[in-house]
């Protein structure tokens, strides 16, 4: 026993002493936001053994399970869709809120596309995403899953049918309406949502 205490009064000792220090809820941000751009470019999900939907909804879920969340948790109603079962899980255990997002949040779109194709715009909430950022004009960028894989749009609700302003863009294309034109990720914006509070 006195040898022990020797050792560690003495400097012999060397193996880290971790942290016991509790992350920050925005070291916690920020992690989400790493693993989402971790994924920038991928099409197809699997952490720790399990495959995730190639969809939205499944690289949001693997960012946030890589992150410890398990955004199906409350999972319920079959008919629910995957969106769906995220914005319950967040009314749940988080905030859905209108206000300007940090890095990390979740973000809900309407009407991304003709889910119960009926060819009317009813769809409700069709599509997510990660806020990677806000600038200062307001315009965030999120990170989500398209057809072509992860990529980073961006969205600017203050002016939702502009495209570009200042020579830059502020709003990208999310799909095309029913006579062909584009409709921005601006025009399409439900909430955002708050999940690592």
């Known amino acids: 026993m006195c040898g022990v205490l ?3 009064l003495s400097g012999c000792v060397t193996a880290p002493v971790p942290s016991t220090e509790p992350k920050t809820p925005d070291d916690a941000r920020f992690a989400v936001v790493r693993t989402a751009e971790s994924l920038v470019g991928k099409k197809q999900f699997e952490w720790n053994g399990q495959r995730f939907n190639g969809d939205c909804v499944g690289f949001v879920r693997l960012v946030y399970a890589e992150n410890g969340i398990d955004l199906y948790r409350m999972r319920g109603r079959s008919s629910a869709s995957g969106v769906e079962t995220v ?5 749940h255990f988080g905030s859905i809120h209108q206000d300007s997002p940090r890095p990390g949040d979740l973000v809900f779109f309407h009407d991304t596309y003709d889910r119960n ?7 409700g909430l069709t599509h ?21 894989g992860v990529v980073r749009y961006r969205m600017n609700i203050a002016h939702p049918l502009d495209r570009t302003r200042d020579g830059r863009v502020i709003n990208d294309y999310l799909r ?18 708050t999940v690592i509070l």
């Open 128 to 148: 997510i995403g990660i806020v990677k950022g806000v600038e200062s004009d307001g315009t965030v960028e999120v990170i989500h899953r398209v057809q072509r």
């Open 117 to 123: 194709r009926d060819g009317l715009v009813n769809d």
């Open 176 to 193: 095309r309406d029913h006579d062909g034109h584009s409709v921005t990720a601006g025009e399409l914006f439900a909430a955002y949502a």
């Open 6 to 8: 020797v050792a560690v």
């Open 87 to 91: 914005f319950e899980y967040v009314r």
